[in-house]
């Protein structure tokens, strides 16, 4: 019997141009730098969705200098599935490259049965890390976040968790996600008398949702924070792939996700009215989207989901028209009024 397997690619070998491709920004007042566009393993990495694109997507995020990756415990699905896809690929083919790599994850929404599986307790966080760990296979993660702030937990007991895990050595730095401007100065605040390494907050942030601009940007300019935002397309509204109807391989005609066919649709005229704009300015929806984050240089970088890895070259182009003029801004607000 003769067995003709192809389906293993070859040894990946990345580019050796990667770092020429991407643009890295100093993360507020810290020794890290990040790249302008950092991956998202929110969606595409789960055990439903196909491994083989997974690793695609991967790898060619490395070749373009991509070298932060963004998890969380219960990315997938199911929970924890995207860190396993991620060991995998760790193993594979980037896990060589560690010490290139800006690996992060976080705790804070719903993970396990129980009262100790969600949230902000100092037992939630520190033992939903280890699992992280053992999922990827790593020693340590570079960045750990609390994703979202608890209302019951004291903020005190949450941070010193973040804390313990640097003392641990499991995490180098602490992140938080998700809290307002004041919550987000209590915790610096605590952070700072620890001594903690506490350098960025992941905060949503898009054409379409714009609450970091009221106080939260300030804030953390205020505070010598990094901001990452998450979320750039409006999981993939602001791209033209919408413009003539819901594709079936698109996000909103899947199952299990948080974009709904109706929020596309009430959406429709910005998106092309936006869509217009974007093409005058010789880019396309989603490459503008994300230049308009990053025109602000507090942000330190932007997080993207991708389904291909041709979608995240295409996004990649971003980084090269980040100049918006006062016409163009003011184009922009009366779209979105
Ligand atoms: N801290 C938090 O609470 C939080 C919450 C949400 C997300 N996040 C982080 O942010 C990351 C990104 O979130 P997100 O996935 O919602 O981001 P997004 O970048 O707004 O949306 C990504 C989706 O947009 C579509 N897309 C991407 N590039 C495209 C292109 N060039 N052309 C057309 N469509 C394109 C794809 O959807 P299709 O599947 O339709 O192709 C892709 O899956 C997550 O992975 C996670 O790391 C954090």
């Known amino acids: 019997m003769k067995i003709h397997d192809f389906s293993n690619p070859k040894a990946y070998v990345p580019d050796e141009d990667r770092y020429d491709k991407m643009v890295y920004r100093r993360c507020g007042k810290s020794g890290v730098m990040l790249p302008l566009l950092s991956l ?63 690996i992060s994850t976080k705790a804070g929404y719903d993970m396990w049965n129980g009262p100790f599986g969600n949230y902000g307790s100092r037992k939630y966080l520190i033992s939903s890390l280890d699992d992280s760990l053992r999922r990827m296979g790593l020693d340590y993660v570079d960045l750990f976040y609390h994703h979202r702030p608890d209302p019951d937990t004291p903020l005190e007991e949450t941070m010193l968790a973040l804390d313990q895990v640097v003392r641990s050595g499991k995490a180098l730095y602490v992140g938080i996600s998700n809290y307002d401007a004041t919550k987000t100065r209590e915790a610096a605040e605590i952070l700072k008398e620890l ?107 932007v997080v993207v989901g991708a389904s291909t890895e041709e979608q995240l070259a295409d996004n990649i182009s971003a980084i090269n028209n980040i100049k918006f003029s006062g016409d163009e801004l003011k184009t922009i607000d009366s779209i979105l009024k």
Do not use: C
Not at 73 to 98: C, Q, V, W
């Open 40 to 102: 998202g393993l929110w969606h595409n990495f789960g055990l439903v969705d196909p491994a083989e694109n997974a690793r695609k997507i991967a790898r060619k995020a490395f070749d373009l200098g991509i070298i932060h990756f963004d998890l969380a415990n219960n990315y997938g699905p199911p929970f924890g599935s995207a860190e396993e896809t991620f060991g995998m690929i760790l193993k594979k083919d980037l896990g060589i490259y560690r010490n290139e790599l800006f």
């Open 195 to 301: 001594k903690t390494p506490f350098i960025i907050h992941q905060a949503r942030y898009s054409l379409f949702d714009r609450w970091v601009e009221e106080k939260l940007l300030d804030t953390l300019g205020d505070l010598n924070k990094g901001m990452i935002a998450f979320s750039p397309l409006e999981q993939g509204m602001l791209s033209d792939k919408y413009l003539d109807g819901i594709p079936d391989n698109s996000r909103a005609a899947k199952k299990m996700t948080y974009l709904e066919k109706k929020q596309v649709l009430s959406k429709i005229d910005r998106i092309r009215a936006l869509n217009d704009l974007a093409k005058a300015r010789g880019q396309k929806l989603n490459q503008m989207a994300i230049s308009w984050i990053l025109k602000d240089d507090r942000v330190t970088s």
